[in-house]
């Protein structure tokens, strides 16, 4: 993604078992995700940063921004 500003590339990898054959498609909708993921995460360290760049309020959104990676259900 290319903002101008920023140059950013979201990263996502997903593995198999032997044994889980014929469900390639899935483990590529699953990467997709994570990087997706990946992406919107850069994404908000870059507008924490710019908002305290021209003094923005952080307490606006007060959650984390550490890399902490959400679990699916199964």
Do not use: F, H
Not at 17 to 22: I, L, N, V
Not at 49 to 69: P, S, Y
């Amino acid at each position: 993604m290319d903002t101008d500003t920023n140059k950013l590339t979201g990263r996502g990898t997903v593995g198999s078992a032997p044994r889980d054959t014929g469900i390639a498609e899935i483990g590529a909708e699953l990467a997709a995700a994570r990087a997706m993921e990946d992406l919107a995460l850069q994404l908000k360290r870059a507008a924490y940063g710019d908002k305290e760049t021209v003094g923005g309020d952080r307490d606006l959104d007060t959650r984390q921004v550490t890399g902490v990676r959400p679990t699916l259900g199964t």
